[in-house]
């Protein structure tokens, strides 16, 4: 006899329903770290990226209620930058390699906004590192030869130059592989608009060990150009450490570790052989700056370009002149291994001209010169006069805008930090029990913002009248942030906690009554990442 | 077995098969009820991971119940109050604890269903709130300091069916009553909001800097259960 029993069935497609559920495994993504990459401001927002959650929470500070969004970003993203003169933020991912349940993913590169929008660009490769010109147009990212690629097989000499100012695209970004003569990038750095055979363009310079790497990123499907800066027999690792670019001759500057030498590269235009063919050439050419060269500055009108050359090596300053091809040796009473130029007055000529503030930051010198331009190759150490700080200057926070470049010094009774005027000569000290790195200028320059290491009390300095002042907080700060914002200014400071803890400041009325705390912004929407069960 | 179990099993079989025919079915002349509940909820909101490593932890609670007339002449009207309450309570992303409490506070209105004086199969369906209490804490160890919490009401209804034995008086009228019931508790989500702990000194509480909540998104505590519940019956 057949006995029916479809009824057991339904009882027990409930029972299963009822046992599945009380058995359903957590959501693995409340067990990742919520360990973040340092925050950086994009525009009037701070942008966190959490690389375990493959997430970005964007801090919108521009209203008194700060808004936070999440922005999905790359996978096993390695840095966050702010990009150059945008209010953006720039993610590095690079990707996933694939896993048992995890599908291969590629690096890209993802710009966040401050409304939190996203764009993504495709990269390929996992690279690790970013650079940026001037005008934060171009990205190029590459390998940075002091990180694993995390990858069986790469090639440390591929790169990726995105147009940030375009989607993605098939001509955007574009992947190249640049020429090696045994070594890998150390560095990027990218000229302003300068016009090559009668076009302004932008290059990117790929520096490595004793040779250089041109890529034109206005014509990315032109082969790069490869300089060397050594004969191939010379062993030497002379490693390129500085490019100045002469915009209006097209011509760079270049200075490297492990050479006495400036090497000058005049691009000269040519008739390209082909379209992926350059239509200019590198002229190599080596001018002798010294011992040791440690930092460089050009000047002068375009058809009388000079460069002015410090070499803590010889301790003296050198001007040569890039037409004439000739030098004229400035001695110095104090060694220096800084060139800050600027345009302002002197206390004895009221009238801005362009000078030159020289000082070293090594820790060995007490005083700084100032040099007059005008006229220098014929009045030489005339034109030097050197101001006395008392103390020996082992960091430097220049701001030629506002004028002031402030010193730091090791700890005395005269005070750890100095502000030096450069238009009255003059220097303040200040006490701080801060150093420097941990200062910001905020975004209008109006102000320098320093927080000690684990201290409660933010401090900061009016630059217009040099006055100090300070403004406890509720917890020890780990760092501070400057953030623009259309009305006023903002800084952010960073207290420790992992699930995200900031005291937004007014930088026009800094005190605790226009002060306001945003704790456990990384855990916004914490409660809806999981799935639905 | 436990020797106890059997003898309460014993006797329940006893006082059941002791009377006449008739007697089976005659009505229990203990109109209040207090009991204890012991249980758990299968949750489907996965965001309850945030708080540990299961959805269904053990639920306990208390209930008082009295028989507020009968229908018919085998069914019987009862109001009930109860409490009851669930903790969640793990580790978050590798650097802080994490506990939700949830108390659900509700009345009820069961129907019960003579079978026999001693075993009464029910319907019960009850409406009260649900209230929601967070506690984030950086773990010990670490330099940070300070809790997050924050907690949250919401409307919850149940709806279930079970079935209860009661014994043979003992001690006067005192009876003793089991019961085990499966239905499904039906809750509104709630926005979870946190903001740091308040300190316990109101001086320093009053000094600090003001602070915006933090939403932590939406939770809801939807789920079947399956309950069993102790209790005397008067």
Redesign the interface.
Known sequence: MNVPIPSFNRYQGVALT?AL??C?D??PR?????ETLPPVAAGSALVYVQPALSRATVVDLTQD??A?RQVAVGGDPVLVNARVAHDEALVLSRGQRGAAGVAPAPASLTGITAAGAARRWTLGSPFNALAQNGDGRYGMAYFNRSASAGRLLFNPNEVAVVDLNREQGPTNPVIRTVRSFGGVPNGVVFSPTMTVAGEPRTLAVVLSDAYVTLLDLNHPERSEVTVRLTLPEDPRAVAPAQVVFDTDNATMYLRADQSNDLYVLRLVTVTPESPTANDFRPALNQLAAGVRPADLALFGEPNARKLLVVSPGSRDARVIDTVANTTTVVPLDAVANRVLLFNGPSPRSPAPALRALLYATSGVASAVSFVELTDIESRRSQNVETLQLGRVINQALPLPERAVVMFGHPTSATGSLSLLDLGRRTAAPIFSEVALESARFDDDQQALWVAPPSGERLGYIELNNFRPGELR???PIVDVIPVARAAGRRVVALH????GWI?VVDGTDVT?ER???????L??????????? | MNARVVGLLGALVGTAWAGSASAQHAPVDAPWRVGFEVG?R??????L??F?????PPVVGLMGARDLGRIGDRATLALDVSWNAEMFQG??????QSRLTAHLLSAGVTVRVRTFWWLEPYARVAAGALYSDIK?E?ESG?????A?TGDEWTFAGTGGVGVMVTTAPFLGRLRLAVAIEGGYQLALSQE?R???QALSNDEAQAD?????D??????SQS??YLRGLVGLRF
């Open positions: 009822l559920a009380a359903a957590r959501d409340y067990a990742l770290s919520m209620t700060p936070v907080l509720d917890a420790e906690a992992s699930d005291t605790r002060s306001r705390s945003l704790r456990g912004f855990l916004t929407g914490l409660l809806d990442e999981g799935e639905a069960q | 758990g299968w949750h489907r909101d996965s965001g991971d945030a540990g490593d299961t959805r269904s580790r978050l992303r590798d650097s802080l984030l950086p670490t330099t940070q300091s300070g997050l979870m946190v903001r740091p600090r800097l003001p602070v915006a933090t939403s932590l998104g939406s939770l789920g079947g």
